[in-house]
């Protein structure tokens, strides 16, 4: 059995995936929230499974005594089942500021992103500001010059009061020459990369598709047949500490810049309506179906 721990509130996407395309791997996953398990409402073996953590940046939002409940039973799990066998970590996986510092560090993304309320040395317009954890659905503004910076900034602060939990991140500008933008998706899962969709758009605040012809459709079902960036993903998800979680990218000069590597993912932000996105979406589920068995055979 695989256990997917997961706060209540973020359980729909696993639940609903296990509900529809996911169908494979029921009764090899079980949702387990952190609510019950803080609560003891569930009991979970130690032994003989494989547990999936997710929703870090909730948890580290916790009272101390539950985020050390979480932390207790990780340890326990790992001492007792391997690594290959836990994936992810409450301490070691990195979240997204640390992930992009780290990166950039690294020289996988050209930009670099810092604290909103913290220095800004190096700083290089065009940047936006964003929240380190939730997720936004509205364009973001971007600021030309150090002047609309500092007008973001104000406009931040009278609205939230704060500026803490915010990030500055450098704009990245990864269009096409045939001027469109492209959102890679692909999961991480223990040693695997499974590529999931190629969202093609007009806009570079791309969350879905936008574009969605018979070239798209196509492009999308090359990608996710020929995983072109496995490697490299795999080396950027190995050292930011993460064995579970969708990679979500843009290329640059063919070279992946990764905006983030969320590790309690939707798994499809539309529903296919014609046929021919069905190949795609169908192979994607068969192998994130294999890459989870794969963590736990004997079920």
């Not at 639940?15 to 019950?36: I, N, P, Q, S």
């Not at 040395?121 to 500092?150: K, T």
Request: charged share 25%; aromatic share 12%; proline share 5%.
């Amino acid at each position: 059995m695989i256990h997917y721990f997961v706060t209540e509130r973020q359980a729909v996407p696993m639940r609903h995936f296990l509900e529809t395309w996911g169908r494979a791997l029921a009764g090899r996953v079980a949702v387990v929230t952190y609510e019950m398990l803080l609560a003891g409402r569930v009991e979970v073996p130690e032994q003989g499974g494989a547990y999936i953590f997710t929703n870090f940046g909730n948890v580290r939002a916790m009272a101390p005594e539950a985020q050390s409940t979480i932390r207790s039973l990780h340890k326990r799990l790992l001492e007792q089942n391997g690594a290959a066998r836990v994936l992810n970590h409450p301490d070691k996986s990195l979240l997204r500021y640390d992930l992009l510092r780290m990166l950039h560090e690294r020289g996988v993304n050209s930009f670099n992103a810092y604290r909103t309320d913290g220095p800004a040395d190096g700083l290089r317009y065009p940047c936006f500001i964003r929240h380190e954890r939730e997720a936004r659905f509205d364009l973001p503004v971007l600021a030309q010059d150090a002047q609309q910076y500092g007008a973001l900034l104000n406009g931040l602060t009278w609205q939230q009061g704060t500026r803490a939990g915010f990030i500055t991140v450098e704009f990245c500008k990864t269009d096409s020459p045939d001027g469109f933008y492209r959102k890679y998706g692909a999961f991480v899962i223990g040693d695997r990369i499974v590529p999931r969709h190629v969202h093609v758009g007009r806009k570079w605040f791309l969350r879905t598709v936008d574009l969605s012809g018979p070239s798209e459709m196509t492009e999308e079902e090359v990608y996710v047949r020929t995983n072109p960036h496995k490697d490299i993903l795999l080396e950027c998800a190995r050292a930011a500490g993460i064995s579970y979680g969708r990679f979500d990218y843009g290329l640059l000069e063919g070279r992946p810049q990764i905006w983030e590597i969320n590790i309690n993912a939707a798994f499809y932000s539309y529903e296919p309506t014609i046929s021919e996105r069905l190949p795609p979406l169908e192979r994607f589920a068969a192998r994130y179906a294999e890459a989870m068995i794969a963590l736990d055979p004997q079920g």
